[in-house]
């Protein structure tokens, strides 16, 4: 059981390069988040989903976008990254029922130089 | 909108010597409050989850959380540290939202 697979693990990216994260699940679990983790902040949320072709802001959005055309995929992408965008992502999912845990994916490591 | 403080960014104890991270809530409805831990370099994991049905819960290893309406805390504890007990821990909370927002965390170190 692979719960939720994020890819790529690590990454590095110029300035201004655009790139694609793409977490998936497989537990047909109805919300899935998307995490940035920096020291000393903890886990932010960057964007969420609660359902196939949804999407909304969670409490830093700018500069991500994110698209969930399948119910097992959520993608976040960089248009033009920026060094202040080098950070851990992390993605989650959980069924559709506020009293239920978030399962989370292993990270990937991004840095932008 | 809901939010979580965790006090303390750092907590040092001696094995055996009793853990205590401490987790303050907001929330406009009963929260849903939730702590994971996160070990290097690795995903975060969930300890344990308060859902309403009991206000002290336990948790995996030996972990514990009582909550606490008045206080609008909802501490973690563990009567006797272990060096495998050395992570990053996280308070969530989610209340009237869908969304599931952490606090800072705090990363407990134990010594020998």
């Known amino acids: 059981n692979a719960g939720v697979t994020q890819t790529p693990k690590f990454r590095v990216l110029k300035t201004g390069q655009s790139m694609t994260l793409l977490c998936a699940q497989d537990m047909n679990h109805e919300y899935m988040y998307w995490y940035r983790q920096d020291p000393g902040m903890g886990l932010r949320l960057i964007h969420y989903s609660v359902g196939e072709g949804t999407t909304a802001k969670g409490e830093v959005p700018d500069g991500y976008n994110v698209s969930r055309l399948k119910k097992q995929n959520f993608l976040l992408g960089l248009e033009s990254a920026a060094p202040s965008q080098t950070s851990v992502y992390f993605c989650?999912?959980?069924?559709?029922?506020?009293?239920?845990?978030?399962?989370f994916g292993q990270g990937t490591r991004l840095t932008v130089v | 909108a809901q939010s979580v403080t965790q006090l303390g960014s750092h907590v040092s104890v001696s094995e055996g010597a009793l853990v205590l991270l401490r987790c303050n809530y907001s929330s406009s409805v009963p929260p849903y409050l939730f702590w994971y831990v996160q070990y290097p370099n690795q995903g975060l994991q969930l300890l344990l989850k308060?859902?309403?049905?009991?206000?002290l819960v336990k948790g995996i290893n030996g972990f514990e959380a009582e909550f606490k309406k008045s206080e609008t805390s909802f501490h973690l504890t563990k009567p006797s540290a272990h060096m495998s007990d050395a992570a990053e821990y996280f308070c969530a909370v989610r209340g009237n939202t869908d969304k599931l927002i952490f606090g800072t965390g705090t990363r407990l170190q134990v010594f020998p």
């Open positions: 308060y859902t309403s049905a009991a206000t």
């Open positions: 989650a999912s959980s069924p559709y029922v506020v009293n239920t845990e978030a399962f």
